[in-house]
């Protein structure tokens, strides 16, 4: 049955729910939030709807100014509309999908869903966010229809950017309405997607909460610090920089106690889950009310005090005497050569093979999460892609924990489990008996996971529809250097992948852009693909290559290299095929002209979009700053001032102004409506990238380099400059800013013209690089990229 929603309510507008109001606005619904009236009302204030409605309007008014942004753009917001339960709840008849956000108390839910089951209208879907309390309580006494539509949302904190989407149905929830939820929460709310047992904490935070209590437990029996364990559980294995006790801060200590407990308590027969304890320097905290960021202070503390540096002194707690002490730096061999490996696979292996206190840590750890997680199933899940689904996209983890252990390799595992003591599920002894050796492989272009029931691999469900280009490693490419590999993704579609440090610019990704443009046109293919599975599309042009040229006065090389920069750019518009480009996470200087010139860009949702060069002391370089001219050319229209919309596209390069979406990137002018597109799913993109190929090569024409690009010259150069210098009175630029600013506007308006005219994309392209290499040659400008090279953070000089 197909079925199509448009409207939704949500009933709770706490931190969750507000959050999901405003994700459901993200993707185009309309939403109804609905809260409690105060319970303190004065007498004349009881017929006020102002103040009848003011805790789910101060909710909505705390969520749009959040920060990270919880819309994708504040306009969204005009979808929420805001009422209370005792004078709004009958406008639920509307809405296609109801969900629960209150209070954690299965009584108050069984309340509200009493009152949802009288307003529904009949075939709607109800659902509740919980994040432990079973599901199937929450069904007693409801009518037969709600309860075949009834079934688990557990979204995870913040909604907006946590992709983990936990579907719990019960025992009446109807096959349709489950894999409705599973194919909406991927397609249209970008999800990732996990189908849960109703089983206590569902899966993130059964194995999550786990791996955070197992590693409470060693820190002690080894000897180990909090900043210490924080470091060593953080992006050095793959993980975020919260670590372990910082992300109890981040959560909320009695928050994570209470998860402990419950688990504990409601899981009688996890005999691992039993020796799980609330350590008692964790109580310490709770009895003070020291909860984390909440209260100020948790296992870390922040002062007022400031380093030499000027950053704020944080202290940490000594988990033997419960007092806040200074930090010490962090000094482990093991994370030290952990930190000189790239590949994660190799580094989980390097602890392995360490002896120090450090990589005793990660060792114990792990093989606990190996054993915990290889026993929950099949209680908790059929299968362990979805233990390994859940733990990546709700707690942010590069690899779960059946990827860990293929990591360190599945016999390994075994072998130092059954040394720790800790008991591993006899499926996986059965597994490797006989003769499987690990629990994914790649296998023609798709990734296979070891499926228990049938003891052979599978293709993970729903997989097909991705493009994951780690799975097409088995393959020959068909083409690469250092910096790119050339991937065939089927039907006569390329696929160029970055694999320089941070998919940064050099010389190998712009050689390989146009070497993979020419096997293109020249072969027997369809079009391109530019595209990654990395965090980051690129993070722009390779500055240290800028910086040696710049600081050797070598501009001769600048100039050859700024000018194939351009012209790769330009090439991406101008062959003989289609080139689309697919991107997530930062799309910054050169990455954004690129995507520019390409003939769409397929931009995940959480792309973060823009040219940031002027951070930098420079100009966009790459055809970047050419381009702006030439879409404010194309906004001019017959009797149009034209100098606001000019301002506009200047102000966007001024100010080196990201988009903190795609959505918002149309804003800010770096996407155009008539050819790009939003992927809300980020691991779509480069799959809705190749259709786009598909689409555009059945009747493609080669484009014709412009000559019609209409600057203003002196005129607009009066008004840019006059816009700069009330940029440089309001403080919001320096005197190096406006001289930067002055050179944008000097290419902006075509250079010093006598008045408007016609010019060439070329022309635009030689001023840019022209100015390009002026800055290039300035002090300020060159501290600034030695400024950020150092320190990765731009100098305002």
Not at 455 to 477: H, V, W
Not at 563 to 572: A, I, K, V, Y
């Amino acid at each position: 049955m197909s079925r199509r929603i448009t409207k939704a309510a949500v009933l709770g507008s706490g931190v969750m729910g507000s959050g999901i109001a405003c994700h459901l606005a993200n993707i185009g619904m309309e939403v109804l939030m609905l809260d409690i009236v105060p319970r303190d009302l004065p007498e004349q204030q009881q017929l006020n709807p102002k103040a009848r409605n003011s805790i789910v309007d101060g909710a909505l008014k705390a969520a749009i100014k959040s920060k990270p942004a919880a819309l994708y753009n504040k306009k969204f917001a005009s979808r929420i509309t805001t009422g209370n339960f005792e004078d709004d709840f009958e406008k639920i008849k509307d809405a296609d999908w109801i969900i629960e956000v209150v209070v954690e108390r299965l009584d108050i839910k069984q309340k509200v869903f009493e009152k949802v089951d009288q307003y529904r209208k009949r075939g709607s879907l109800v659902t509740s966010n919980t994040s432990g309390i079973p599901i199937h309580l929450m069904t007693e006494g409801r009518s037969e229809d709600f309860k075949q539509h009834f079934c688990g949302t557990h979204f995870f904190n913040p909604p907006r950017y946590l992709r983990l989407l936990e579907v719990i149905p019960t025992k009446d929830t109807k096959q349709e309405v489950i894999d409705f939820f599973m194919h909406f929460g991927d397609v249209h709310l970008g999800k990732q997607t996990v189908l849960c047992k109703d089983t206590p904490a569902f899966i993130g935070n059964r194995i999550g909460v786990y791996a955070m209590g197992k590693i409470y437990q060693l820190t002690r029996e080894i000897g180990l610090t909090v900043e210490e364990v924080d470091k060593l559980t953080g992006p050095a294995i793959g993980r975020p920089k919260s670590g372990t006790y910082r992300l109890g801060d981040l959560v909320g200590l009695d928050t994570a106690a209470h998860v402990i407990r419950g688990i504990k308590e409601n899981c009688p027969e996890d005999s691992q889950a039993q020796l799980l304890t609330v350590p008692d320097f964790m109580q310490f905290l709770i009895d003070n009310n020291f909860l984390g960021n909440k209260s100020g202070q948790g296992f870390y503390k922040k002062t007022k005090e400031r380093d030499e540096k000027g950053r704020s002194v944080i202290l940490a707690l000594d988990l033997e005497k419960k007092e806040y002490v200074p930090q010490k730096k962090v000094d482990f061999p093991s994370l030290k050569q952990a930190k000189q490996i790239d590949d994660l696979s190799r580094r989980i292996r390097s602890f392995f093979e360490a002896e120090d206190k450090g990589a005793e840590l990660i060792r114990k750890s792990l093989v606990g999460l190996f054993s915990y997680a290889s026993n929950r199933i099949p209680e908790i899940a059929d299968q362990l892609h979805s233990i390994d689904a859940a733990l990546r996209s709700g707690f942010g983890w590069d690899v779960g924990p059946f990827e860990y252990w293929d990591a360190v390799g599945v016999e390994k595992g075994l072998e130092l489990a059954n040394e720790q003591g800790e008991p591993v599920a006899d499926w996986v002894k059965e597994m490797v008996e006989a003769g499987h050796t690990s629990f994914y492989k790649a296998e023609d272009g798709q990734r296979k996971y070891y499926d228990i029931d049938s003891k052979s691999y599978q293709t993970i469900p729903g997989s097909e529809e991705f493009i994951i280009l780690d799975n097409q490693r088995d393959k020959a490419p068909v083409m690469k250097n250092s910096e790119v590999i050339l991937h065939d993704i089927g039907e006569g579609v390329l696929c160029l992948e970055f694999v320089s440090m941070h998919n940064s610019i050099g010389e190998g990704v712009l050689r390989g852009i146009n070497e993979a443009i020419k096997i293109a046109e020249e072969g027997d293919w369809k079009g391109l693909v530019i595209g990654n599975n990395a965090t980051n599309f690129t993070v722009g042009a390779n500055l240290m290559l800028i910086a040696m040229f710049a600081y050797q006065q070598e501009f001769d090389d600048l100039n050859l290299a700024v000018n194939l920069f351009q012209q790769t750019s330009m090439r991406c518009r101008y062959s003989s095929i289609p080139v689309v480009a697919a991107t997530q996470g930062y799309t910054f200087g050169g990455g954004c002209e690129f995507i520019m010139h390409c003939d769409a860009a397929m931009s995940a949702a959480e792309s973060y979009i823009g040219l940031v060069e002027v951070g930098v002391g420079l100009i966009p370089g790459g055809a970047g700053t050419k381009e702006f001219a030439l879409r404010a050319s194309d906004a001019f229209h017959e009797g149009d001032v034209m100098i606001p919309t000019l301002i506009d596209k200047f102000r966007t390069i001024a100010l080196a102004s990201v988009a903190t979406s795609a959505h918002e990137a149309f804003n800010h002018g770096y996407l155009l409506p008539h050819k790009d597109h939003v992927v809300v799913n980020k691991d779509r993109n480069i799959a809705e990238a190749k259709k786009k190929v598909l689409e555009l090569a059945d009747n493609y024409i080669q484009p014709i380099q412009r000559t019609d690009v209409h600057v203003l010259g002196r005129g607009g150069l009066a008004s840019l400059y006059a816009a700069a210098n009330e940029l440089f009175l309001g403080n919001y630029a320096s005197e190096h800013d406006i001289k930067i600013a002055h050179k944008v506007a000097w290419v902006l308006c075509g250079g010093d013209l006598t008045g408007p005219q016609k010019v060439s994309e070329q022309y635009l392209l030689d001023l840019e690089r022209e100015a390009f290499l002026s800055l290039c040659g300035e002090k300020k400008t060159l501290e600034r990229i030695q400024h950020m090279l150092t320190t990765n953070k731009p100098l305002r000089n």
